[in-house]
């Protein structure tokens, strides 16, 4: 129970991509500023929030389960506010009330700045609170467009996945209705941020320590904002403008829609020393039927030569994608072109999902979810198999070879260890995983590593720690990285 006198609690559990990732620090940091302090347990919080991924089935039936154990907690404290917030509760609305009848809050992603009012309002009336944006058809683009709100208050460091990294959401929303996926619904309508708002945030976010900004857009390089007097700026015009941050060291940005990868972009990248030669541009199928049926609006042969160009525009840039296999009427042979399009493609990575049928989209609507689970489970594998075969062919090139890594914290070995010197990861300017040895000084810091061996994700090395010495006797040492504050589970 709540007294004057105790700060009250609120536990906060994460799945899905880096947007939630960043709702949750945005939820929390401005429960923080109404005096809540945050737990790592739902047994002894006050408030106990569920930040929800739709993009798969498995990742709602998690959601529930977790719902589940919050019960205890409820009935023992019936006080309790329990939420549930983000996608689920913007697509699922009533259903999640249905299924989880404990829940006092259901929240939508446009409407998470309600969520301190919605807590007072809840335990005034004892009665469940909704917030949710317009449905995609339930009024004028303007009217649906301003149901989702930006949402972008004054952010906590604490909630970071470092204290030196940040996400940065500049644009909102999809209009790109892919067939199989929910997001044009539950994220809304696609509207990019104004730029002054993003650049004054960066710069924010870098006086408070920040050293690395991931920028974020279901489709970031379709970023474009109209000034309404004919200027558009585009993600080219804002990474030029970010640059010029003192103190800030790397921009990256995700996620990339192949399409909109423009030449204006690619010269950016390769021009601006900050930008990490890193892209992650989703193919989702080799096959041009299934794109077809995706209704990606592109071809096999498309992507190719958006991947040369790629290539030939920024050299030695990595680039990763994104698999859906087992999509309607997916057939062997249909699998076999995905199969060749990864296999010479060389990814640095694959994100590889086995298709799942959402209520709702146009794909559930128009064809049956024919291939058995078996088959998708199969294919899953496979197409894992060789994708895993090019990682580990293209981070043995990096053998023999420096590389500049921006150090994250202790590796998973290095938290059980101890002591003065341990295991450090971080990552190289390609987004390639890398672990040496090295003092927690470190954390924080650009370090030149060695390459001297590496499996299919991670590159091992040894730190030129030599050259940071002198730099250290100057210098307070940093503290390290706190442990996550979020459980990304990412389903
Ligand atoms: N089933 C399986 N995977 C999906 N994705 C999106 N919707 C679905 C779905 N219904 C995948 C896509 C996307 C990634 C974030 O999730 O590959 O790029
Ligand atoms: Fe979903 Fe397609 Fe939009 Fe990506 S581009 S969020 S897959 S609709």
């Known amino acids: 129970m709540t007294t004057a006198t105790t700060a009250p609690k609120v536990y906060i559990e994460t799945v899905g991509c880096q947007m939630n990732v960043l709702d949750s620090e945005l939820v929390v940091g401005t429960l923080k500023r109404q005096g809540y302090v945050l737990t790592d347990t739902p047994a002894d919080a006050d408030v106990i929030l569920f930040n929800t991924c739709s993009v798969r089935e498995l990742a709602e039936e998690k959601t529930y389960s977790a719902i589940g154990r919050a019960l205890p907690r409820k009935r023992s404290h019936p006080e309790t506010i329990v939420g549930v917030i983000g996608c689920m509760a913007q697509k699922d609305q009533e259903h999640v009330r249905k299924r989880a009848p404990l829940v006092d809050l259901v929240v939508g992603t446009g409407q998470l700045a309600r969520i301190p009012e919605l807590i007072t309002a809840a335990r005034k009336t004892g009665a469940p609170q909704f917030a949710l944006s317009l449905g995609r058809a339930d009024g004028g683009r303007h009217e649906v467009e301003a149901s989702f ?62 050293k690395e900004v991931t920028l974020l857009g279901q489709t970031v390089n379709s970023y474009a904002h109209d000034h309404g007097d004919g200027r558009t700026t ?28 423009t030449d204006d972009l690619l010269d950016a990248v390769r021009e601006l020393p900050k930008v990490v030669k890193y892209l992650h541009v989703p193919v989702q199928s080799g096959c041009d039927d299934v794109l077809k049926r995706m209704k990606r609006n592109y071809t096999a042969g498309f992507y190719r030569e958006m991947l040369a160009r790629c290539r030939e525009r920024v050299p030695g840039v990595a680039v990763s994608s994104d698999f859906i296999v087992g999509f309607c009427g997916e057939t062997e042979e249909s699998f076999r072109k995905t199969v060749d399009l990864v296999a010479e493609s060389k990814f640095k990575n694959s994100f590889i999902f086995k298709y799942s049928e959402r209520p709702g989209t146009k794909a559930a609507g128009r064809f049956p979810d024919d291939v058995p689970e078996a088959v998708k489970k199969r294919r899953n594998n496979d197409l894992l198999a060789v994708q895993n075969a090019n990682s580990l062919a293209d981070a043995r090139e990096w053998i023999g070879r420096a590389v500049e890594v921006l150090v994250e914290g202790p590796s998973k070995v290095g938290v059980k260890t101890g002591g003065p010197v341990r295991q450090l990861v971080g990552r190289t300017m390609t987004d390639h995983i890398t672990v040496f040895d090295g003092p927690d000084r470190l954390v924080g810091r650009t370090v030149t590593v060695d390459v001297t061996d590496a499996s299919a994700f991670t590159l091992f090395g040894t ?20 442990a996550r504050r979020i459980g990304l589970a990412v389903v």
């Open 149 to 210: 709100e930006s949402y972008d208050p004054a952010r906590d460091p604490q909630m970071r996945p470092t204290p030196f990294q940040a996400f940065v959401r500049i644009q909102i929303g999809c209009d790109k209705f892919c067939t199989y996926c929910v997001v044009p619904s539950t994220r809304g309508p696609e509207q990019s941020r104004h730029p002054d708002h993003i650049v004054n945030e960066v710069r924010v976010l870098v006086d408070q320590g920040a």
């Open 234 to 261: 585009r993600l080219s015009d804002l990474i030029s403008r970010m640059h010029d941050i003192a103190g800030l060291e790397r921009i990256k940005f995700v996620t990339n829609y192949p399409k909109d990868m």
């Open 463 to 482: 730190a030129r720690t030599a050259e940071h010495v002198g730099v250290e006797t100057t210098r307070e040492p940093e503290p390290l990285a706190p």
